[in-house]
Structures are given as structure tokens and as C-alpha cells.
């Protein structure tokens, strides 16, 4: 997590073909927010001017552009202090585009993060060497800590395995890098995390989907307000981002719930998601291999993905 660099890829799934209705929402918004927000009303006077009696024409185009909110996009901002005001708006066109009031209020319990923010200012993008980057990470001590940590999980590994036909390796890999096994999973509250960065200017339209993504999981009880994770709203034994959660999160330890703070919930989710990114049960996971394109889609960086192929071998013998 420490200086971890925040990835499109680790929730861009390339095998992302759901036509999941909240994404679609949130292009139709992404591209009603990028046209000149006049036009819509510039279509409810030439409705009105057309024909002056139908009251009703128009006024069903005004209740279309509050309930899409295309008249008055939620600008952002780039320090706390339109926030409030950002939130309300986007409360507003969540609410229509189908978004329940337990989300909401959740939306509406945010704060704006000021850790969140710090962090990502700060993040400098090393270029490191491979070498120079699985020395900085502990990558040794991931591979000789694993090889224990998939011994005293034998049984859910070997579980996991039949359901997904992925090996233990690259799971302890990701494990271990993203959360040294469970061991920080950060104490960030994650929907205002993920709410302050659809706020920034930075990259709101990215952290709109993870808020989309975020607010859909706390209506189906997934998230809530008291979920707390690392600096941008990832979350979980292997810091899945909240579109990641919808797309691939499961039940791994058969409780009817999917807890990413949960052991067998977060492995089985990962070996899900590297799954739906085209993972081949029994081919081999080095670059060059067919699955080390799956390693590719869990995070951008080639050094981070050669690690996770180089510590996986290790963990799961043969290298
Ligand atoms: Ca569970």
C-alpha cells in the first residue's frame, strides 16, 4: 500500500462486457456533463416556443433535465470547500440514475478527505528497476512468508484452485504485496475516499464510476459508511477498488456475504478477477506465458506485474 500507485487497470477488467446499466448511466452522464450545458435547456425553450399551449411538453423537459442533472453538472474542485454543495448535486443525479436511498445517505455522510488528497499529491511515480523495486517491496520475504502462508492455507487454496484454476502463487504474491497478508488494510473511510476523488479535478470522471461502483455495492449492503480501507477507497485483504468488488467480488468462505475484509472472501475474489481477465487453468503465468496477461490487468506497472509472476513461482515451487 505504501506508496502504492493507483492503477486504472486494476478495475478496468479488459473482459469487462457485462453492459452493466450503472456504467452505461455513467457514460450517458459522462457525456451529457461534456456538451454545453445550455443545450438541454435550449431544447425545453424550442419545446415551449413551438407550441406555446403545451404547458406539459415542457414541463416534463424540465423534470427530464432534474432528474438527469445534465443542466447543472456537479463541477469539482480541487480543495475541500465546494464539496457540500458538489455533493448535493451529485446526490441529485445519483438519485436519477436509480441509485436507492441507502446509498444516499450514505453519499450524503461523506466528508471530504483531506488524507486522501494528501496522499495522492504526494504520490511520486519511481522509475525503478525491477531489481530496485522488489528490494523496496520486500519481494524475499513475500516469497519465503508465502511459501508458509499457502502451507497453513492449504485447504482454501486447494478450493480455490478447483473453482477457479488458479495456483496459490500469484494469489500469496498479490496478498502479500498489497496488505503483508491482511496486516494493513488502512483505516481510510472508503465512501468518502472514493466521493472526495469524484470531487477532484484530478480525475473525477474514473472516480465517478468507483462512486457509481461504490454506491451500488452499499445498496445491495456490500459497502456502507462504516467501511474503512486504504487512501483511495480500495479495500480488503487485496485492496479491491469498488468496481472491481461489483465485477468480481464472491462468498469465498460460504456465509452469503462478501467480506473483502475476510481471508477466503478476498483470495477467492482475486483468483476471480485474475479469471475473468482470461486466466487458463494449468497454463503457465511468466511473461510470455498466456496468463501473465491476466498479472497484467490486476495492476500496470511491468515491474509490479514481473514481481508478482517471479514471487508466485517461488511460493508455488520451481523457481
Ligand atoms: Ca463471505
Redesign the pocket.
Known amino acids: 500500500m505504501g506508496g502504492k500507485t493507483i492503477t486504472v487497470a486494476n478495475s478496468t477488467p479488459v473482459a469487462d462486457k457485462s453492459g452493466d446499466i450503472f456504467m452505461k448511466m455513467v457514460k450517458v452522464n459522462a457525456l451529457q456533463q461534456s456538451g454545453p450545458p445550455q443545450r438541454a435547456l435550449e431544447g425545453t425553450r424550442k419545446i415551449s416556443m413551438v407550441d406555446k399551449h403545451s404547458r406539459c411538453a415542457a414541463l416534463v423537459a424540465a423534470a427530464f433535465i432534474l432528474v438527469s442533472g445534465s443542466a447543472q453538472a456537479a463541477p469539482c474542485g480541487n480543495n475541500g470547500a465546494g464539496f457540500e454543495a458538489w455533493k448535493r448535486v451529485f446526490a441529485r443525479e445519483a438519485q436519477g440514475n436509480g441509485v436507492g436511498p441507502k446509498a444516499i445517505s450514505a453519499l450524503m455522510d461523506t466528508s471530504y478527505s483531506t488524507g486522501t488528497i494528501r496522499a495522492d499529491r504526494g504520490q511520486h511515480s519511481f522509475k525503478l528497476s525491477l531489481d530496485q523495486f522488489m528490494a523496496k517491496r520486500g519481494a524475499p520475504t513475500i516469497a519465503s512468508r508465502g511459501r508458509s502462508m499457502k502451507a497453513s492455507n492449504a485447504a482454501l487454496f486447494s478450493s480455490i484452485e478447483k473453482r477457479f484454476g488458479v495456483p496459490p502463487g500469484p494469489l500469496v504474491a498479490i496478498w502479500g504485496m498489497e496488505t503483508a497478508f491482511g496486516s494493513f488494510m488502512g483505516n481510510q473511510p472508503t465512501i468518502s475516499a472514493v466521493a472526495t476523488l469524484a470531487y477532484d479535478c484530478r480525475r473525477p470522471e474514473y472516480f465517478t464510476d468507483q462512486l457509481y461502483s461504490a454506491l451500488q455495492l452499499v445498496d445491495r449492503g456490500v459497502l456502507s459508511s462504516a467501511t474503512r480501507g486504504a487512501m483511495h477507497g480500495e479495500v480488503g485483504q487485496t485492496q479491491f477498488l469498488p468496481k472491481s468488488i461489483l465485477l468480481y467480488g464472491v462468498?469465498?468462505?460460504?456465509?452469503?456475504?462478501?467480506?473483502l475484509n475476510?481471508k477466503?472472501?478476498a483470495l477467492a475474489s482475486t483468483a476471480n478477477f485474475l479469471k475473468g481477465h482470461g486466466w487458463v487453468r494449468g497454463a503457465g503465468y511468466q511473461p510470455g506465458e498466456p496468463n501473465f496477461a491476466a498479472i497484467q490487468g490486476w495492476n500496470a506497472a511491468g515491474v509490479y506485474q514481473q514481481t508478482i509472476a517471479i514471487v508466485g513461482k517461488r511460493i508455488d515451487g520451481g523457481g
Open positions: 462468498d469465498g468462505n460460504g456465509d452469503g456475504v462478501v467480506n475476510a477466503p472472501d
